[in-house]
């Protein structure tokens, strides 16, 4: 499937602009890995272990998960081992999981959008998401 340009957009600004990520070397490691933590949540539902082996070292699980938050697409209440998707996280798995091939969110045109995100942005269907 193929996301509408609004959708590709606010996936650009996940990475580009939110988790502040460049081209070099290869972040589409890097997307997959965020793609395949917000498919874990809620983390209180798999061991620990299983989401310290997606990222390496109980160091890197800290880092990120926190880096995911920081960008509102977990949240989390007594220990980050039990983090659950946000709606914005829900979203993302969601727009995340129909990216085949990750150069649509660099290709020419596909910039951030030029709104302000609200939680209107989150409770649209990725299909529905509005152009730019
Ligand atoms: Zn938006």
Request: glycine share 10%.
């Amino acid at each position: 499937m193929t996301l509408s340009g609004g959708a590709l957009s606010h996936v650009h600004r996940l990475f580009w602009d939110e988790l502040g990520m460049c081209a070099c070397g290869d972040p589409d490691t890097a997307r997959v890995l965020v793609r395949d933590l917000l498919a874990l949540a809620p983390f209180h539902e798999h061991p620990r272990a299983e989401v310290v082996a997606l990222i390496g070292t109980e160091g890197a699980f800290h880092l990120v998960l926190t880096m995911l938050e920081n960008v509102g697409l977990i949240d989390h209440g007594f220990t980050l081992n039990g983090s659950w998707l946000t709606d914005k996280g829900r979203w993302y798995l969601q727009a995340l999981q129909q990216i085949d091939d990750w150069s649509v969110i660099d290709a020419d045109g596909i910039g951030s959008p030029e709104h302000e995100c609200t939680d209107a942005c989150w409770t649209a269907a990725v299909s529905a998401q509005p152009p730019l």
